[in-house]
């Protein structure tokens, strides 16, 4: 994992995100082919985890109702435990933050929860159930991410 990298994704990684969000949600959590895509109207941007040129992770940002959203986590089974997931996140929230934005809104699967937390996300409803799994509402607030108090590891 030397050669891992973090980093806004190109048009080039977009087959690859691709594949592995559809099936991470797909495959693994059954969730319906046609509620993975973000549509274009929502000017979804990415961000990837890649080690030797293979996406190992990714992450979407999109602005929906003047709410900026999160989604599409995913790590591939391979990668998760190693906390390329943190990493990614990590990555991505810093230049989301540094760009201005000053929330950002998700719904966290069960595993995904401890991981937003880590960087200052809060609860901000109970689980619902969503497919074969759960989801929590949560907020990130660029506040929370720079409060030196909140545990970033």
Not at 24 to 40: A, K, N, V
Not at 82 to 95: F, I
Not at 101 to 124: Q, S
Request: proline fraction near 5%; include cysteine.
């Amino acid at each position: 994992m030397e050669s891992m990298t973090f980093r806004r994704a190109s048009e080039a990684d977009m087959d690859q995100i691709m594949a592995l969000v559809t099936e991470t949600f797909s495959g693994e959590q059954r969730i319906p082919l046609e509620l993975i895509p973000i549509p274009e109207e929502l000017s979804p941007q990415w961000w990837c985890a890649k080690d030797n040129g293979k996406v190992i992770g990714s992450i979407a940002l999109y602005k929906d109702h003047n709410e900026w959203h999160m989604g599409r986590f995913a790590v591939s089974p391979e990668n998760r435990g190693c906390h390329v997931g943190t990493m990614l996140l990590q990555s991505a929230v810093r230049e989301i933050f540094s760009s201005g934005i000053e929330e950002i809104y998700c719904e966290a699967r069960d595993t995904t929860v401890h991981i937003v937390e880590k960087l200052g996300g809060k609860i901000t409803g109970d689980p619902v159930p969503f497919y074969d799994g759960n989801v929590t509402p949560m907020i990130l607030k660029r506040i929370y991410y720079f409060d030196d108090s909140v545990d970033k590891r």
